[in-house]
């Protein structure tokens, strides 16, 4: 099982940009799947989580209202668009994925596989 994390560059502050995460050898439909961040010097935090069907997702307080997690089933991906950006929301984004487990949660521990990270950089 691979995720494939892309999308992440340097934006202006207020800008967007939209990650994608595609998933070889499991499909996204099976489990939730969600993404997290880490910053310098920081923990790895909750960003976003999407149920297995999409149905329900759930943010982090810092960025509701900005940021949308999605999915498409059929292209086996998920995504996170983030709307206005802020200088604080600079960090390497992860997707994450469960092997097992229907509904997105908020620990990093329950997720099993892992994207290799993509870099999101905002300036001031």
């Known amino acids: 099982v691979q995720l494939q994390a892309s999308g992440g560059g340097l934006v202006q502050a207020g800008g967007s940009l939209r990650l994608s995460c595609a998933a070889s050898?499991?499909?996204?439909?099976?489990?939730?799947a969600g993404w997290f961040r880490q910053a310098p010097g920081k923990e790895r935090e909750f960003v976003a989580g999407?149920?297995?069907?999409?149905?329900?997702?759930s943010y982090a307080d810092s960025v509701k209202g900005r940021f949308t997690i999605s999915k498409d089933n059929a292209k086996n991906t998920v995504y996170l668009q983030m709307n206005s950006l802020k200088p604080e929301d600079t960090a390497v984004y992860y997707c994450?994925?469960?092997?097992?487990?229907?509904?997105?949660?908020?620990?990093?521990?329950?997720?099993?596989?892992w994207g290799q990270g993509t870099q999101v950089t905002v300036s001031s």
């Open positions: 050898g499991r499909t996204f439909n099976s489990a939730a």
């Open positions: 999407i149920s297995w069907s999409g149905a329900t997702t």
């Open positions: 994450a994925a469960k092997r097992s487990g229907f509904y997105q949660t908020e620990g990093a521990a329950e997720y099993d596989f």
